[in-house]
């Protein structure tokens, strides 16, 4: 195994743990900027409120993408294994 392979497995899964955490992390991200803006505009600065949603959107896009999710990690370990068998 040469610096490029590592380099190349590195970069796989990074790009893997980008796109597995996406689904999960856009969500929570619109619905904060949705929450925030809605406390700004009635001045409601109850902590507890950005919690709830956040969670269900969460587990929400969870449940919806997670088929993506793990087909993304099965295309991850797939290409670590063929590497390792056929000696990088």
């Not at 099965?74 to 990088?88: K, P």
């Amino acid at each position: 195994m040469n610096e490029a392979d590592a380099l190349d497995l590195v970069r796989s899964a990074i790009w893997t743990i980008i796109v597995g955490s996406a689904p999960a992390i856009v969500p929570a991200m619109v619905v904060g900027i949705g929450i925030a803006l809605m406390q700004a505009l009635t001045q409601v600065q109850e902590v507890t409120l950005t919690f709830i949603p956040k969670i269900v959107a969460i587990l929400v896009m969870i449940v919806i993408a997670g088929p993506f999710i793990g087909a993304q990690i099965y295309a991850l370990t797939a290409l670590v294994y063929g590497r390792i068998e056929t000696g990088f």
